[in-house]
């Protein structure tokens, strides 16, 4: 494994508390957490719409 995305992981899993790129998740108690791909891209889904909405209020706000 390479380049987890960090943010994904703990949303899609909000029990993890430890990520290592080369081993994986885990959660507090040092089990490993299998991760599913269509939880992490539905997560990034999500965080993407999240900052997009942040955006265009920043936008607003300091733009006029």
């Given amino acids: 494994m390479a380049n987890l995305d960090h943010d994904a992981i703990y949303k899609a899993y909000p029990y993890v508390v430890s990520i290592d790129d080369?081993?994986?998740?885990?959660?507090?108690?040092?089990n490993s957490v299998e991760l599913e791909q269509s939880k992490l891209d539905e997560a990034r889904t999500s965080l993407n719409a999240e900052a997009l909405a942040n955006k265009y209020k920043t936008d607003r706000t300091t733009n006029g």
Avoid: Q, R, T
């Fill in 22 to 30: 080369d081993f994986g998740a885990f959660d507090e108690e040092g």
